[in-house]
């Protein structure tokens, strides 16, 4: 019984981990959201985002947000990595 619970407590645990790696902290996504909506209203006062998650890259602890203006004419991709904006990508007009 005792070791069925180890191996048990152990799939979780690794489990978790895997999960975090692949799929980023759901904390640290909340920040960057903010952070990248933050971002926009400073350097695009006049527009209105929407924001989606474009995902996680592991291998850099980026995080890709993908926005679009309400009226489509401003569009991309932010990378947020430790806080800060690392790169904007502009994409073309709708």
């Known amino acids: 019984m005792k070791k069925k619970l180890l191996i048990i407590s152990f799939v979780l645990v690794a489990g978790g981990f ?5 799929n980023g902290n759901p904390i640290s996504r909340s920040e960057a959201n903010k952070l990248a909506n933050d971002y926009l209203e400073k350097r695009y006062p006049d527009y209105e985002f929407i924001l989606t998650n474009g995902g996680y890259y592991p291998g ?3 995080y890709i947000i993908n926005f679009q203006s309400e009226n ?7 990378d947020i990595r430790k806080g800060k904006v690392r790169h904007e990508e502009k994409g073309d007009a709708l």
């Open 72 to 78: 489509k004419e401003v569009n991309g991709n932010l």
């Open 60 to 62: 850099e602890g980026t």
């Open 18 to 22: 895997i999960y975090f790696f692949f």
